[in-house]
């Protein structure tokens, strides 16, 4: 399975970018499917996730009313507004078998990563 990621970028603070993760394998084949972010220093956090079949988004709550996650066939979209300088970060897309009943923003609990896309808010 690859997940590759797309449409990072610099951007000054307000303005918005939309993330896209292209799953190689088809989607109704995963459960569960997240954005994930990691800025220097810190650790790796869930930013949203999404049921595979696209039902039943949810939010990390530092970004809930700005981001939106959705999944259209076999891409995974992070559309994101009102950017803030501390949005800036890696971005990662991940997606996991298992059921998003169960702790769904874990990032240890997604078996397969894309290799990120750079999100600079200025």
């Known amino acids: 399975v690859q997940l590759v990621e797309s449409g990072g970028g610099a951007v000054q603070a307000g303005g918005s970018l939309r993330l896209s993760c292209a799953v190689s394998e088809y989607a109704h084949n995963f459960f569960c499917m997240g954005w994930f972010r990691q800025a220097p220093g810190k650790e790796r956090e869930a930013v949203a996730i999404?049921?595979?079949?696209?039902?039943y988004p949810d939010y990390d709550d530092d970004i809930k009313g700005r981001f939106t996650i959705s999944r259209n066939g076999d891409t995974l979209y992070l559309q994101m507004d009102s950017l803030k300088t501390e949005d800036s970060a890696m971005y990662y897309c991940a997606t996991r078998r298992e059921s998003c009943a169960d702790s769904p923003f874990r990032s240890e609990s997604y078996t397969y990563w894309g290799q990120g896309t750079q999100v600079t808010v200025s």
């Open positions: 999404i049921r595979a079949d696209g039902a």
